[in-house]
């Protein structure tokens, strides 16, 4: 594998796993789950329509165009965009109501079985949806592969299993009665 690929996955991992904590933050310091969603909309737009925009319309470059492809803004490649757009954001509005729901310390649990079951699902659509194929023709994984998988929602169902639970507060000790003062000694 290329290096530059495990370095964006490398960067992936790093913004995905800071992503629940993040919000989880903002939540609790906003008050409030649909500000800290607005400002992850801010972001992708900040993000995710003016950088492109940039290289697209004001540098006149795209530095992702595949080799030998024609580049277009044909209806049904955009609605594909749009869709996968729309599962993100729905994903993260998601993430935030989960960790909202679950308390204080759900990021610690939320996040792990949110990205032990993307890939299950992931793979599960991309074997069954021929949309998701690409025209990529290739035989049944082998049984490593299904391995992997089953362990993926192992680890989900202990992560639930043992998740941290709240720390139960001890009452206070009573307090020592002070000494009555004698009149005498004054």
Excluded at 46 to 69: E, N, Q, R, Y
Excluded at 128 to 133: G, K, L, N, Q, R
């Amino acid at each position: 594998m290329k290096w530059t690929v495990l370095a964006f996955v490398a960067g992936a991992a790093l913004s995905w796993g800071v992503y629940v904590p993040s919000v989880h933050e903002a939540t609790a310091k906003l008050g409030s789950n649909l500000r800290a969603f607005l400002m992850v909309g801010l972001a992708y737009f900040l993000t995710a329509v003016l950088i492109p925009g940039f290289f697209i319309f004001v540098l006149k470059s795209d530095p992702t165009v595949k080799p030998g492809a024609s580049t277009n803004w044909n209806s049904i490649p955009m609605l594909w965009g749009l869709a996968a757009g729309t599962a993100g954001a729905a994903g993260a509005l998601c993430v935030i109501f989960a960790v909202k729901a679950a308390g204080p310390g759900a990021a610690l649990y939320v996040a792990p079985l949110v990205f032990a079951g993307a890939p299950i699902v992931n793979t599960i659509a991309s074997m069954t949806v021929p949309a998701f194929s690409h025209g990529q023709k290739g035989g049944v994984p082998n049984a490593w592969f299904f391995l992997g998988l089953l362990m993926a929602a192992a680890g989900a169902a202990l992560v639930m299993l043992n998740k941290p639970r709240p720390a139960v507060a001890m009452p206070a000790p009573p307090a020592a009665a002070a000494p009555a003062e004698n009149p005498d000694n004054a």
